[in-house]
């Protein structure tokens, strides 16, 4: 079954707010898997420029013609991405989540995961869902979710350029 906002709503996934207007506080605190998605109608129109970020002095925008290379014309699910407790066990979906909105907004990122979101025009307009997971069943939901991606559409979701391992 093809993953897209239905699937993802009957796998548990919750949220499914806009960009630009997520409320940061409404989303859980705990670990989990969160998805961002294109709404209906939504036409890959890419900028010039990332909003997003530099990463470790790099550039995080890339050619039209690598990111037409990597949308996939298809899919409903953009990127797919985790939040674990982290070493300290202070992170979590609403700060990962945060961190990443951020990082569209140019400030620095703490990783370079999902930087083709910030290429697209209307990025805001994209939205965003989740799903608490236990701690020690994030990286093989992940890498599940890649997986059923990929036997669908043969390749991973657009912003996700690795493929997570179990």
Do not use: C
Not at 45 to 67: D, I
């Amino acid at each position: 079954m093809p993953l897209n906002k239905k699937s993802l709503k009957d796998d548990g996934f919750t949220g499914f707010r806009p960009i630009a207007t997520l409320e940061i506080n409404r989303i859980p605190q705990h670990q989990g898997i969160f998805a961002v998605l294109r709404p209906a109608d939504f036409e890959p129109n890419f900028l010039p420029k990332s909003t997003a970020g530099v990463f470790k002095k790099k550039n995080p925008s890339l050619p039209a013609a690598s990111l037409t290379a990597e949308w996939v014309e298809e899919a409903d699910v953009l990127f797919i991405g985790k939040a674990s407790t982290g070493s300290k066990g202070n992170r979590g979906l609403r700060r990962q989540i945060q961190e990443f909105v951020d990082f569209g907004n140019g400030k620095p990122p703490g990783h370079w995961d999902g930087r083709l979101i910030w290429q697209l025009v209307d990025a805001g307009k994209l939205l965003v869902a989740w799903k608490e997971l236990p701690a020690e069943s994030l990286n093989a939901a992940q890498a599940n979710y890649h997986a059923q991606f990929h036997h669908t559409y043969g390749r991973l979701p657009f912003a996700n350029l690795v493929q997570a391992r179990a």
